[in-house]
């Protein structure tokens, strides 16, 4: 089954804390352990470049104090909360999640939570996390002849 039309019982039957373990679980195996339900997970990017890694998180209409960001044992936890449109609303589609929405990134122990930045612009919750210095490539001097 393609992953576009696969579904994603995990978060229909085992919803709050369960959801986030699936989150993690997906990041950690990959997406054939765990398929995503469109609509219903920030939209992630995250790669290595240089000496930091970059995380970028597609959040529209979340405005910066509804965005939690934590870090505690090698894992950057997102937390952002969505809110619901206006009551009385008579909506004819709507794909969007509401409420708190949690996305769990292990990251590598060569990162300097010190370091960490975030900056919310235009919908994208960027993300800059700095490799300490001593896990970087060092040249070493050969002494002799």
Same mark, same amino acid.
């Given at each position: 089954?393609?992953?576009?039309?696969?579904?994603?019982?995990?978060?229909?039957?085992?919803?709050?804390?369960?959801?986030?373990?699936?989150?993690?679980?997906?990041?950690?195996?990959?997406?054939?352990?765990?398929?995503?339900?469109?609509?219903?997970? &920030?939209?992630?990017?995250?790669?290595? #470049?240089?000496?930091?890694?970059? !995380?970028?998180?597609? $959040?529209?209409? +979340? @405005?910066?104090?509804?965005?939690?960001?934590?870090?505690?044992?090698?894992?950057?936890?997102?937390?952002?909360?969505?809110?619901?449109?206006?009551?009385?609303?008579?909506?004819?589609?709507?794909?969007?999640?509401?409420?708190?929405?949690?996305?769990?990134?292990? &990251?590598?122990?060569?990162?300097?939570? #010190?370091?960490?930045?975030?900056? !919310?612009?235009?919908? $994208?919750?960027? +993300? @800059?996390?700095?490799?300490?210095?001593?896990?970087?490539?060092?040249?070493?001097?050969?002494?002799?002849?």
């Amino acid at each position: 089954m393609p992953h576009g039309s696969a579904r994603n019982r995990v978060r229909e039957v085992l919803p709050g804390p369960w959801a986030e373990f699936d989150s993690l679980l997906q990041h950690l195996i990959g997406p054939q352990a765990a398929v995503r339900t469109a609509g219903h997970d &920030l939209a992630a990017s995250l790669w290595e #470049e240089g000496e930091a890694y970059h !995380l970028e998180l597609d $959040v529209p209409g +979340v @405005a910066r104090e509804d965005v939690e960001l934590t870090f505690e044992k090698g894992v950057l936890r997102v937390e952002v909360r969505r809110q619901a449109p206006p009551e009385g609303r008579q909506s004819v589609l709507d794909e969007r999640r509401y409420g708190a929405l949690v996305r769990v990134f292990k &990251l590598p122990e060569t990162v300097d939570a #010190e370091s960490i930045r975030a900056d !919310l612009s235009h919908g $994208v919750l960027h +993300v @800059a996390v700095s490799k300490r210095p001593e896990s970087k490539p060092r040249k070493i001097e050969i002494a002799g002849m």
